[in-house]
């Protein structure tokens, strides 16, 4: 059997020829949380922790290209009219700017303004699927499901921001759904070094309950010795 080096235990791989069932989850890597004046830096958090990832997420980006596995992105955002933000996930938090409000990059968390595009070194390329989402997690009223009925996905590999939030949420969604769920534990971060200690505990904890996790390097090295 394929494996990835992981923890709690070796993370299996479909067989080679089975087709591709391997996706990468890039979650919420949008200008709104990863850069400066976005939402993320208008509730007080300091960005650069997340920064960090991008060259590590990159890297896995270029290897699901060149081996022609799908790649699907996730944004977190609503309709201009905010007709799909329920008023009680606006008003939380004391922040000096709010869903909707106007900002650096414009209106905050808005499908279609600047903050909410996908930061420019991980820019999706055409034909690969990005989900826009009004929560926090990946399923939640969106057709991801679907999608990845369609593609024969079977294996799902995570990365992205923050990783309490919306990674861990879209996991945990994937987990319920039958999907072999792996985190990447270096494409992954928080505002909050602790949170992102803990959930990476929780995720792999009682036997892996919700999935795996593993390195960028132990996951690329076995993907090229797979199916390279």
Known sequence: MNTVQASPYPYPLPAKGSGNRVALVIIDMQ?????????????????????????????????????????????????????????????????????????PMGRILVLGEPGNDIVPELRPEAGELVIDKPGKGAFYATNLQERLKELGITHLIFTGVTTEVCVQTSMREANDRGYECLLVEDGTESYFPDFKRATVRMIQSQGGIVGWITTADRLTDSLRRTYG
């Open 31 to 103: 200008r709104d949380f990863v850069e400066p004046g976005g939402f993320g830096a208008a509730l007080g958090n300091k960005v650069e922790p997340l920064r960090k990832i991008v060259p590590t997420v990159a890297g896995l980006l270029k290897t699901f290209r060149e081996l022609r596995f799908p790649v699907i992105y996730t944004r977190e955002g609503h309709r201009p009219d905010l007709s799909d933000c329920p008023p009680a996930k606006k008003r939380r938090g004391n922040s000096t700017l709010r869903i909707g409000d106007r900002g």
